[in-house]
């Protein structure tokens, strides 16, 4: 009897594997060896194509902590991270609440600010340089028409990255604004009901219930934005090439033009994991400080 | 009295003071119409600007004195962009990549999301934790390293490359399992009892009954590799294999911003097939975006 059971309890051990062997095969290979092997490369000096490799240590490293321009493209990075994700999560969360208000023609409203994420990375950056000509495009004349002065926006080294975290909030708000959407649907509509005949305000409303409630779907959108901005590269490539004076030069960026423009593999290798720790230190931030503090209905 | 306040403060007023508040809660939130109704003519501006910049000449798009619909519609820009540019192969390696990984991701994330459901096996929880890993390591961050491998595989500019590296998704493997972990276990428990075997019950009582986790799934990625840039675009360099995101990028590049509405209008043709459907099945894409974020 008991030997049966060990029999049927092996049978299901040998499925299991069976069955998470095909995704395995794919996740070793294309995501586990590759950071594996970055590791082992950023400790070597690599030339792309070249089968011969020398041990260097952490020559790769120190020539990155020299390095000035890894901490002008570090910087960028965090400056977009850190605008345009919260900027666009404050503004999916003010659409969305907006549009939790019963308002007509609703489901026209989700569409028209949801579908820039239907748009290719490469079309909306097209786009957008199109808008921000500075001779002719369109957001230069509308300044004009405003009586506020043109910028050069994609070519003034001081506006081209603002430039770009301002399309990251038209791309992206309306997907967060969805999944904020569904997660202010579950918040119960007595609380809201019982705090307005107290006289509270819509922005107290806002503040003391609805931030609390959706707390955890916040916490999801912070973490899934961060992810996303990982897409800058796209952006980088199609509107400015890292320009003008590498005001728009990004990690992801930085880590191409080391490995493919120089072939520098090790050195591109180094900043790669530069990448890795700069992504997982700011999502570790993230659950330290707002994990924390993110408040589960029921479970208290 | 908590319990008062699902009562709305109209009923218990006077008759006509509840028509009057009536009227109002009419109009009320209403008014956000004001905010909204430009916020998204804002929104679609970009859109608009694609639409209507692909049926000018290039001389109208330079001239400010110039109006902001064309004087005349141009519609020569389209075939003039088929022209320079093979959209039509572009269309069908698309439509090959995308559908290959779909197929794919099915394939892998059914079995594994079933084993982390439904069996017990040692090691489990560390297992599922290095899939759930992959979601922070999308193909951006490790690339490079990526691409090295392929080139060692000789796969750099074959339809292969777009598509093995995405072939497993962590993501989708979560997604399934919180649902074939709702599916009632008496279900399963009575099919057993019929004599069926555990890929049997996955494929005649699981699958059927996630349907709608599937399509969401389904969805999400086609969306994400149909618009795919980065990683295209660094494993071709031939003509006969290329997307239609990286079609329009080198369209791009060939104009260098001198040919506007040509190039806007192989804007319209790529942006235009997830745009059609979107259309069509919007609810069915706005349900999927929508509940990628609640467990």
């Known amino acids: 009897m008991s030997q049966n059971l060990v029999r049927t309890q092996r049978k299901e051990m040998l499925l299991a594997y069976a069955l998470l062997l095909p995704s395995l095969v794919f996740l070793a290979a ?40 890894f901490w002008k493209v570090l910087g960028n990075t965090a400056f977009y991270t850190l605008t345009s994700v919260p900027l666009s999560i404050a503004a999916a969360l003010l659409l969305a609440v907006a549009l939790d208000s019963k308002l007509r ?17 490469v079309a909306a950056g097209m786009v957008w340089v199109f808008l921000y000509a500075p001779g002719y495009g369109p957001i230069n004349e509308a300044l004009t028409g405003l009586g506020l002065p043109r910028l050069d926006w994609l070519y003034d080294s001081k506006w081209a990255l603002p430039a770009i975290v301002i399309m990251s909030i038209w791309k992206y708000s309306g997907y967060f604004m969805l999944i904020l959407l569904a997660a202010l649907k579950l918040v119960p509509s007595d609380l809201h009901e019982a705090a307005k005949l107290d006289g509270i305000s819509a922005w107290d409303r806002l503040i003391h219930i609805t931030i609390p409630m959706i707390s955890p779907t916040l916490y999801f959108v912070i973490i899934i934005g961060t ?42 290798s180094a900043l790669a994991n530069a990448l890795l720790i700069f992504v997982l230190g700011l999502i570790g931030l993230v659950s330290l400080t707002l994990g924390r503090r993110v408040h589960y209905l029921g479970e208290r | ?78 075939p003039s962009t088929l022209s320079v540019a093979p959209f039509g192969k572009y269309l069908v390696n698309s439509i090959i990549v995308t559908s290959s990984i779909l197929a794919g991701q099915l394939v892998t ?42 080139r060692e595989m000789g796969l750099v500019n074959t339809i292969p490359a777009m598509i093995v590296p995405f072939v497993a998704s962590g993501y989708g493997t979560f997604m399934l399992r919180q649902s074939f972990r709702q599916v009632p276990s008496e279900l399963s428990d009575a099919a057993r ?7 049997e019950i996955l494929w005649h009582v699981y699958l059927p009954l996630v349907q709608p986790t599937l399509i969401a799934f389904g969805i999400i990625s086609v ?35 001198a040919d506007w509405p040509r190039l806007m209008a192989g804007t319209t043709i790529v942006v235009s097939p997830l745009l059609v459907l979107f259309v069509i099945f919007q609810r069915r894409f706005i349900d999927s975006f929508m509940h990628t974020g609640v467990k």
């Open chain 2, 1 to 78: 009295m908590v319990l008062d306040t699902s009562v709305t403060p109209d009923i218990a007023a006077a008759p006509a003071a509840a028509r009057r508040s009536g009227w109002r809660r009419a109009l009320k939130g209403q008014w956000l119409h004001l905010i909204m109704l430009p916020l998204a003519f804002l929104w679609l501006c970009p859109l608009i600007w694609i639409a209507v910049t692909s049926l000018k000449t290039s001389a109208e798009v330079f001239d400010p004195a110039a109006g902001f619909f064309p004087a005349i519609p141009n519609f020569s820009n389209y």
């Open chain 1, 227 to 268: 992810l996303h901005s990982y897409q800058i590269f796209d952006y980088v490539y199609v509107m400015t090439q890292g320009g003008p004076a590498d005001s728009t030069n990004v990690l992801t960026f930085y880590i191409y033009q080391n490995g493919f423009q120089y072939q520098d593999i090790g050195y591109a």
């Open chain 2, 223 to 257: 969306v994400t590799h149909w618009n795919d840039y980065m990683w295209p675009l660094l494993v071709t360099n031939s003509e006969d294999i290329r997307t239609l995101p990286i079609g329009l990028g080198l369209l791009a590049k060939a104009d260098s911003g």
């Open chain 1, 105 to 121: 023609g609703m489901a026209i409203y989700r569409s028209a600010f949801f579908y820039p994420v239907m748009i290719p990375s």
């Open chain 2, 109 to 150: 994330i059914t079995l594994a999301a079933y084993a982390f459901a439904r069996l017990n096996f040692p090691g489990k929880n560390v297992l599922f934790t290095l899939f759930l890993l992959q979601v922070m390591f999308p193909i951006y961050a490790i690339f490079l390293t990526n691409f090295v491998t392929l």
């Open chain 2, 193 to 199: 009892l019929d004599g069926c075997n555990h890929l």
């Open chain 1, 30 to 69: 294309f995501t586990y060896w590759p950071i594996v092997r970055s590791i082992w490369f950023s400790l070597h000096d690599v030339l792309l194509g070249d089968p011969d490799i020398y041990w260097l240590g952490a020559e790769n490293y120190l020539r990155l902590l020299n390095d000035r321009l």
